[in-house]
């Protein structure tokens, strides 16, 4: 049986992309499609939410495959302090098991205070963030329970800036050297006043969103272009320049653990959801004016990307059709998927 072009298997996800703008993108082998909606190009950056933290990982597994760290490492083997109880490792961040609560203590009281309509993390520093690790408390002992915390994703961030001789204000310097030049990338970065497409939440247009605080878990902005083309290193990390890169992008799918009662898996921060064909890979990431989707199949050599400039909506429809559209491109035999008790 033929199968559909992309192009028609993308236009029904394109059409049900809320807000002025969107763009939505797709390979599978050969094939490389990228559909646009309202005043955006392939290489429109948007901001990708936590998206961001798929970038963190794969520079932790970057600097781990080259030997600068471990993923068993203590966070405070980098920090300028010590932690007290279990010890708290670079793969519990990264796998949301690290038991921080899902935003730094205090954040929200300072957003609500300088501009929770505005910019709410404008005025939450790295020196906040490591304020706020000195009084956390993990809610449950690390590598023991998943709880998704862009506070763990931040702190990542921060640390492995430390770790390769910097501070945590290096984290966007660190991401250029070792991800986003190597793979090409020419639209992905952390710089809120590059151009970018316009955000809008209710409706309303929004200014571009700081993060200094929390940098590695949602600053990054990236385009269909470049998202695209990190698929396909993913798909194929023999494409990429160099050895540690190649073992890095290999690193960032293998499964670390089952999620409890779904079925799914974790890996360096990608969500792993075992088909009968083989892996789905997915993650997604929203802020106050954008909505992103990302997910690949590597058994399938196929991968979609999906970017609108609206916030996410309870439920968050964008990102569910997103999640259905790669499902339907995986043309290896059907049935039902995989389920793994824990």
Request: with cysteine.
């Amino acid at each position: 049986m033929t199968r559909p072009p992309l192009t028609d298997s993308l236009r029904p996800l394109l059409a049900a992309a809320p807000g002025p703008a969107a763009a939505v993108a797709a390979v599978r082998g050969a094939e490389r499609v990228v559909l646009r909606r309202g005043p955006v190009g392939e290489g429109t950056r948007f901001e990708t939410g936590s998206l961001t933290k798929t970038f963190t990982a794969l520079l932790l597994a970057e600097m781990a495959a080259g030997g600068e760290v471990r993923y068993g490492d203590p966070v405070d083997r980098y920090l300028p302090f010590r932690l007290p109880g279990p010890p708290l490792t670079l793969l519990h961040l990264a796998t949301h098991t690290s038991g921080l609560p899902r935003l730094p203590p205090g954040l929200l009281t300072r957003a609500l205070r300088s501009g929770w309509l505005s910019n709410p993390y404008a005025g939450f520093s790295e020196d906040d963030l490591l304020a706020a690790l000195r009084r956390t408390r993990p809610r449950h002992p690390p590598g023991t329970r998943v709880l998704y915390s862009n506070f763990g994703g931040a702190l990542l961030g921060h640390v492995l800036s430390r770790a390769a001789a910097g501070t945590g204000s290096h984290y966007p310097a660190l991401l250029a050297a070792r991800v986003t030049r190597p793979l090409g990338l020419t639209d992905t970065d952390c710089d809120p006043n590059r151009p970018q497409a316009t955000g809008h939440w209710h409706g309303r247009p929004r200014p571009a969103l700081l993060m200094p605080g929390l940098t590695g878990a949602g600053a990054v902005r990236s385009s269909a272009r470049d998202l695209l083309r990190v698929l396909g290193a993913l798909l194929d990390p023999d494409t990429a320049p160099g050895p540690v890169l190649r073992t890095a992008l290999a690193e960032v799918q293998r499964p670390r653990l089952r999620v409890p009662r779904t079925g799914s898996r974790l890996c360096l921060i990608w969500n792993l959801r075992p088909r009968p064909g083989g892996a789905l890979l997915h993650h997604s990431g929203g802020t106050r004016g954008f909505t992103a989707f990302a997910g690949f199949l590597p058994g399938a050599d196929t991968g979609l990307v999906a970017l609108t400039n609206v916030a996410p909506t309870p439920l968050a429809p964008f990102v569910q059709s997103a999640y259905g559209a790669l499902r339907g491109l995986d043309d290896r035999p059907s049935g039902k998927e995989w389920t793994a008790r824990v």
